[in-house]
């Protein structure tokens, strides 16, 4: 009886070994169970790959658990079985059942296989007789191709989650040129705007720099003219004071000799200021 496969071996393989065959195989699924789903799908894989396709007419499919479903779902699902998973085996000669969770229908099942010419089961034959590797026997390469399903829908999941780190250490990389990109173009921005207020202060300096220069030039003028004024009146004094002495010659010696040492002072200051420069500055 196998329901699971790849438990089952080791019984049958010992009673072969023996000289004991088989007259039949059972193979019971729930028809509880809202679908033939993926495990029981590669189970009943592997069953067929133990049986082979000589033993099939040996080999009795059982539904069971009736009694958890209503008789309308049961039957469709069974309809199903029949017309779709099950179909290749009932083809070539398998029987199918239902197993009403009674003694009597238990006894019905055993009756259907005992009528059955034992036969070798295809993996006997591999394993006992030629004695292959199980590996290498038609139930181990569907074992095999199983793993190896996996591993290659494992290599596929590996395969796109790497792409997609690839592809998002290319987005990051690209986020990441851009934010460079635009701190280039800031900086930039700054070095223009630094540039342009750099313009703006020589310009601003130039500017005051003439100014200033004009406005020493204006001052040097007015020191001059002032200079010029202060020269002339110191002048017209000394000539003053130089007529008065000749029209009082009469006066006393001692006023005269005052008023002549006033005409000197009034002399040497306009000496004083015939010699010096008017001051000058230049604003670099």
């Keep these: 009886m196998f329901n699971r496969p790849h438990t089952s071996l080791t019984k049958p393989l010992d009673r ?20 033939f789903g993926g495990v029981a799908q590669r ?3 592997m069953f067929r790959e133990l049986c082979g396709d000589t ?3 040996n080999v009795v499919l059982v539904t069971n658990m009736w009694g958890t479903v209503t008789p309308d779902v049961g039957e469709a699902r069974e309809m199903e079985l029949i017309n779709r998973f099950f179909k290749p085996v009932l083809n070539k000669g398998a029987q199918m059942t239902r197993h009403q ?23 006997q034959r591999e394993l006992v007789v030629e004695r292959k590797n199980i590996l290498n026997t038609a139930a181990g390469e569907a074992v095999n191709e199983e793993l190896y399903e996996q591993i290659r829908k494992h290599q596929e999941e590996w395969q796109a989650a790497h792409d997609q780190v690839v592809q998002a250490l290319k987005e ?7 934010e460079m990109e635009e701190e280039k173009q800031r900086l930039r921005e700054q070095v223009e705007k630094i540039k342009k ?14 100014r200033m220069n004009t406005r020493l030039r204006d001052v040097e003028q007015q020191a001059k003219k002032e200079k010029e004024r202060a020269e002339a009146e110191l002048s017209r004094e000394i000539a003053d004071l130089n007529r008065r002495l000749q029209e009082e010659a009469h006066k006393s010696e001692e006023e005269r000799a005052r008023m002549q040492q006033e005409a000197e002072e009034l002399q040497s200051k306009l000496e004083e ?6 001051p000058s500055c230049v604003v670099m």
């Design 197 to 210: 207020d750099s313009k703006g202060m020589t310009s601003n300096y130039a500017k005051e720099k003439r």
């Design 172 to 178: 990051k990389d690209e986020q990441t040129r851009q």
């Design 273 to 278: 200021s015939q010699q010096s420069s008017c």
């Design 55 to 57: 033993s099939l007419q």
């Design 43 to 45: 189970n009943f894989k």
């Design 16 to 35: 072969y070994e023996k000289g004991a065959m088989l007259a039949g195989v059972i193979f019971i699924h729930r028809i509880s169970d809202n679908r």
């Design 101 to 123: 969770n009674t003694e009597q229908s238990a006894h019905g099942i055993i009756r259907m296989i005992m009528k059955n010419r034992p036969v070798v089961l295809q993996i």
